[in-house]
């Protein structure tokens, strides 16, 4: 089976050829991150045109790249939720042409369980697979949420807790604002932090010792407001501004990693899967692999093309969907939530 | 003049429409009002026209379709279809705006030598465009303007045609309108045809700068 899917549910338009069981043919993604950096985050109506704009030619290279044509593929796969509405249309309006003027089946993908099932793509690489059930976390610019994973199903999906405000990778960007760093944040944050000394400015996630999978990174990012607000030292400015970089990824990595083994030992899961943009972060891959072993656990952390957005993902989960039968029709519409049901609830309870 | 089967999608305004050609004579068209823009109800109206017509998608040699100025998300969803239909087809694209199909309708109007096509245009503004003796446009004109604006045309024979009440109470760009423009003009590169949106973006920042997933 080959499945082509596209993508363009936020700032990156992808497409991608993948077989039935994830070898992975070709992955295009056209970048946005430089049109929106001017204005320190995703400008829905900017990121909506130039979607528009790249989705041919991101299509045809991702075929060609493939050496497939469209008659070869089995079926056409994309993300319809969740995301910016008026992004994620224009994918799913090119997708319903093409499939339906190729007489080949449409299957619309949740973003999310793209990226639960992205750790069974096949980059060429040597790797082990999870087995079900596992634990993933998934952790993004968007998204901060730890999964139970029972089957290749999406409704083999359960959320176990997530974030009650913002995304872990929203609190790099925004601290890496609050720094000066430009943007997104997160890439800057982790090379710096890694010259930082985490213990100079201790900061600790909240929620780190409550029992509940709920998380929060608001406050922490709050933290690093005031100490930027009360003056870092101008002598070691550099200096300063590495060990606050040090310090907050400590801590949301010491979070993220203790949430989701708590997780994995509470449903007697030994398979931990990390993916989501976050997980290119350097502690965070390293901390995951370190403490799963250490509690005879397997942490399973894809490439970072995998982990970050790509269409490869959800070409993948578009194929275990049509390989069940599944297709949808021509009304398939985009849609801003997710379809998996939520159990945190944004904002709620104390931290 | 294009000869051959035609197809054409108009979605720039509330009123989304399909068309179908055949060696330049109207085969049948559809349409349907929609308060949610075109993405769940365009492809199914076309769909069934085809099978009315008794055609396949890789009959039609090219495609006209309707790329604004009007709603920005109506339009994409017009452009995105057609791009996704010409990728699987190879099939002819050729761009027609909302503006030059209005003005179609009164090509031929006794005595207009000048005729300008409006659109409303939400906030209190119309899409508009002169064409004709005198040419100008397409802008965005705010109605408390328009006096001034269409006495800086210095065509005070002009036809005034279009929706944009209340400068003109006549009929939104149609799909058959846009067929017929597209029968007349050279196809357009596919792949780097573009809406014409005419205002620029809203850059209003959502408050995260990020897309949240609602409760
Ligand atoms: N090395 C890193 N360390 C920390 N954060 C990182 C790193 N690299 C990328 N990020 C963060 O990952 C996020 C991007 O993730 P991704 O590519 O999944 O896009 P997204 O739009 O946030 O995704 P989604 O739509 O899936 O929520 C950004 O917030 C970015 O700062």
């Given amino acids: 089976m080959l499945v082509l899917g596209i993508e363009s549910s936020c700032d990156e338009t992808g497409a991608a050829v993948v077989t039935g069981d994830g070898r992975v043919l070709s992955d295009v993604v056209q970048s946005q991150v430089a049109l929106h950096a001017q204005y320190g985050g995703v400008v829905p109506e900017l990121a909506s045109r130039d979607h528009l ?13 493939a050496s497939v044509r469209l008659a070869d593929v089995d079926a056409v796969a994309v993300t319809h939720r969740p995301g910016l509405v008026g992004a994620l249309l224009v994918g799913v309006q090119v997708a319903k042409g093409l499939a339906w003027a190729a007489g080949k089946p449409l299957v619309g993908v949740d973003h999310l369980v793209g990226h639960l099932f992205a750790v069974f793509l096949d980059r060429g690489e040597v790797r082990e697979l999870p087995g079900f059930p596992f634990v993933a976390l998934l952790v993004s610019g968007g998204h901060t949420a730890i999964y139970l994973v029972d089957a290749p199903r999406a409704d083999a999906i359960t959320e176990l807790g997530g974030t009650r405000d913002d995304a872990a990778g929203e609190a790099f960007d925004k601290v890496g604002k609050l ?67 040090a310090s907050f990824q400590a801590a949301v990595v010491d979070v993220l990693v203790k949430k989701t083994l708590f997780a994995a030992e509470a449903h007697g899961v030994r398979d931990v899967v990390l993916g ?37 993902m959800i070409a993948y989960a578009g194929a275990l969907r049509a390989k069940a039968g599944e297709r949808d029709g021509w009304d398939l519409v985009a849609t801003s939530a997710t379809v998996l049901p939520r159990v945190t609830r944004k904002g709620r309870g104390d931290r | 003049m294009f000869r051959g089967k035609l197809a054409a999608l108009e ?35 076309l769909d069934l026209a085809l099978r009315d017509a008794g055609w396949k998608p890789s009959d039609i040699a090219r495609w006209g379709v309707g790329i604004g100025p009007g709603s920005f998300t109506g339009v994409r969803i017009g452009v995105a279809l057609a791009k996704g239909i010409h990728l699987a087809t190879g099939a002819e694209l050729v761009g027609v705006t909302s503006l030059d199909a209005i003005a179609a309708a009164a090509v031929g109007a006794v005595g207009a030598e000048t005729i300008v096509a409006v659109l409303a245009a939400m906030r209190g503004e119309v899409f508009a465009q002169a064409t004709g003796r005198i040419a100008r446009g397409p802008t965005c004109v705010r109605i408390a303007d328009w006096d001034a604006w269409r006495a800086s ?24 309108l846009v067929g017929r423009l597209a029968m007349t003009r050279a196809a357009d ?21 990020k897309p949240k997933t609602p409760p």
């Fill in chain 1, 276 to 312: 989501g943009g976050v997980a290119a972060n350097r502690a965070l891959r390293s901390r995951l692999g370190e403490a799963a072993a250490a509690r005879g656990m397997r942490a399973f952390v894809p490439p970072l093309a995998s982990c970050t957005d790509n269409a490869a």
């Fill in chain 2, 189 to 209: 590169d596919a792949d780097a045809l573009e809406p014409v949106y005419v205002r620029p973006p809203d850059i209003t920042l959502p408050k995260s700068a």
């Fill in chain 2, 153 to 176: 045309l210095d065509a005070p024979e002009a036809l005034v045609i279009g929706d944009a009440s209340p400068i003109a109470e006549g009929t939104p760009p149609h799909a058959r």
């Fill in chain 1, 53 to 65: 704009k790249n989705v041919g030619p991101v299509v045809r290279e991702a075929l060609t790249r």
């Fill in chain 1, 179 to 245: 720094l000066g760093l430009g943007y997104p944040g997160g890439p800057v944050v982790d090379r710096l932090a890694a010259t930082g000394d985490p213990t100079r400015f201790p900061l600790e996630a909240p929620m780190l010792h409550t029992k509940t999978l709920e998380m929060s990174f608001s406050g922490i990012k709050t933290r690093v407001a005031q100490l930027v607000e009360a003056g870092l030292p101008s002598g070691d400015r550099a200096e300063a501004v590495a060990d606050v970089c």
């Fill in chain 2, 11 to 45: 979605t720039s305004t509330a009123l989304g429409s399909v068309a179908l050609f055949e060696d330049g004579a109207l085969v049948l068209e559809r349409e349907q009002r929609v308060s949610n823009a075109h993405g769940e109800s365009l492809l199914p109206m």
